[in-house]
């Protein structure tokens, strides 16, 4: 049973930051893509960044580009995702996901709350 699971949010000021965990389990996920989005209150859910488990290849939305960096550490089966220079606009559940095609594995989400 495949399972993610995230850790790591929270309650930060502004101009702070957090580092967000998704440790995976239940297969392996050689060749898969790992996926963080978010969503806020009254929003739609949004892409975030995502790696590749084998070549650790990265992208980011633009909102998140030079404040959040995504990494792997593969011993461990976890991703990261470490947010710098939080702004209140971050404040959403964030979510892990991994992807061959599709996204077809989710984790539970993690609240992150950035206050001003």
């Known amino acids: 049973q495949v399972q993610l699971v995230e850790s790591g949010g929270g309650l930060v000021q502004a101009g702070g930051s957090l580092r967000l965990s998704c440790t995976a389990s239940?297969?392996?996920?050689?060749?898969?893509?790992m996926g963080w989005f978010r969503q806020a209150p009254g929003k739609e859910r949004e892409f975030v960044a995502r790696?590749?488990?084998?070549?650790?290849?990265?992208a980011y939305a633009d909102s998140v580009k030079g404040r959040f960096t995504v990494s792997r550490d593969n011993a461990k089966n976890t991703v990261y995702l470490q947010m710098n220079s939080l702004k209140p606009e971050d404040t959403a559940v964030y979510y892990c996901?991994?992807?061959?095609?599709?996204?077809?594995?989710w984790g539970q989400g993690t609240q992150v709350t950035v206050s001003a």
């Open positions: 790696i590749t488990w084998n070549f650790g290849t990265t």
């Open positions: 239940g297969r392996t996920f050689s060749g898969y893509t």
């Open positions: 996901a991994a992807s061959i095609y599709n996204y077809d594995y």
